[in-house]
């Protein structure tokens, strides 16, 4: 239901959008949030989105550097990454909340839906 894209290679200071893709299936108030796991270490929340669009929440590591939109007209929640750092490397993955009401959360359990990932590499 979920199609995570827009990773690669980039150098320090690089920039990438990343787009996750929901499927017809995804209703418009489910929450979206961004996570991503590091080569040996546990998954982590990185960003998320409430159903409007109106509310996000980004984690502190990222903080100014990453921005979450979404567009509903394309089904389509946007990882805009400006800054990157070498710590941001890891695979990427969009989720879906469907349970969320008004708000968003980084609580992993709470996503129900997953896509496959994306793989972003920060390196010089």
């Known amino acids: 239901q979920l199609q995570a894209s827009g990773g690669g290679s980039v150098q320090p200071g690089g920039s990438l959008r990343l787009s996750c893709v929901a499927s017809?299936?995804?209703?418009?108030?489910?929450?979206i949030g961004w996570f991503r796991q590091a080569p040996g270490k546990e998954r982590e929340g990185v960003s998320c989105i409430n159903g409007s669009g109106g509310t996000s929440y980004v984690a502190e590591s990222v903080k100014g550097r990453f921005t979450i939109s979404r567009e509903h007209t394309k089904n389509t929640v946007y990882l805009q990454m400006t800054n990157l750092k070498p710590e941001d490397t890891g695979v990427y993955y969009c989720?879906?909340?469907?349970?969320?009401?008004?708000?968003?959360?980084?609580?992993?359990?709470?996503?129900?839906?997953w896509g496959q990932g994306t793989q972003v590499t920060v390196s010089s």
């Open positions: 017809e299936f995804t209703p418009h108030y489910d929450a």
């Open positions: 989720a879906a909340d469907p349970g969320a009401v008004g708000g968003c959360d980084l609580i992993e359990l709470e996503y129900e839906f």
